[in-house]
């Protein structure tokens, strides 16, 4: 699949909308997944990571990872979402009516939210021919994708010495920052499709250091000011942590 518009376009495609009791619209989670096996052609995967059940507020909590498989040539795209919902309970004796029933909502609002975190991914991919073209997938051969790149680093020794300092301090961030090995990769992952830093180039791991240093929005790398980051913070809730630029708050 190197052309990515036909299924940008096919998800851009306006879902009805639907309206609940309390007049709010939503997008039934059956056209959702249905739209999905459309432009996936099924090869889509959901997996639970956590999940929790809020007394205090009342909600099951899930969060979900989201895979949807490309076809060769491109990396899969993985998304992380959380997904609540508040549980019902019977009037005559507020019992809960169902946890699993709750549960299950939880995990079609963390679909639905993954699965917005996409267009941005494709969008990403369609803009940036680079991430189309001769960049083999982890399921296709190792071995061409570390020559590919060991042909990319090899251009200049400065380049090497450059990617070296680099590596350095993405590793000194991250430690600075409280994060885990797992925590980088996964926002290595979600912001370039990439599994690790010997996949990436040296001017994709300046962006990804960037990232780390809060520079860069992590979903779709773009400059962001420290007012943005600030921002983020003080609603860390609603962001999953993340550090946004305004444009994909939107999406949260
Ligand atoms: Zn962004």
């Known amino acids: 699949m190197s052309d990515w518009k036909l299924p940008l376009d096919q998800l851009r495609q306006p879902i009805e909308l639907e309206e609940d009791y309390d007049g709010h619209l939503y997008a039934p989670i059956e056209d959702v997944t ?11 995967d959901v997996e639970i990571l956590e999940r929790d059940f809020l007394e205090q507020t009342d909600e099951t909590l899930v969060k979900v990872r989201v895979t949807f498989h490309t076809l060769e040539g491109v990396p899969n795209i993985v998304k992380e979402a959380l997904g609540g919902n508040k549980v019902v309970r019977l009037n005559k004796n507020n019992e809960i009516k169902s946890l ?33 073209n001769n960049e083999p997938t982890r399921n296709t051969s ?13 251009k200049s020794n400065g380049d090497d010495l450059d990617r070296n300092k680099i590596l350095k301090k993405v590793e000194q961030v991250r430690k600075d920052r409280g994060l885990n090995e797992r925590e980088a990769k996964t ?15 040296t001017k994709q791991l300046k962006e990804f250091l960037e990232i780390l240093q809060k520079k860069r929005c992590e979903e779709c790398r773009e400059e962001i000011s420290k007012k943005v ?17 305004m444009n994909c708050q939107k999406e949260y």
């Open 229 to 245: 980051v600030g921002f983020c913070k003080n609603n860390e809730n609603r962001f999953d942590g993340k550090i946004l630029c």
């Open 142 to 154: 190792n071995n061409q994708s570390s020559s590919q790149n060991q042909n990319d680093r090899s």
């Open 100 to 132: 699993t029933d709750s549960f299950e909502s939880a995990v079609s609002q963390g679909i639905k939210r993954a699965a917005k975190r996409i267009e941005v991914a494709l969008r990403k991919q369609f803009q940036n021919p680079a991430l189309n």
């Open 34 to 44: 249905e739209r999905l096996n459309q432009v996936f052609d099924g090869l889509w």
């Open 187 to 201: 926002m290595m992952v979600n912001s370039f499709n990439k599994a690790g830093t010997k996949d990436c180039s």
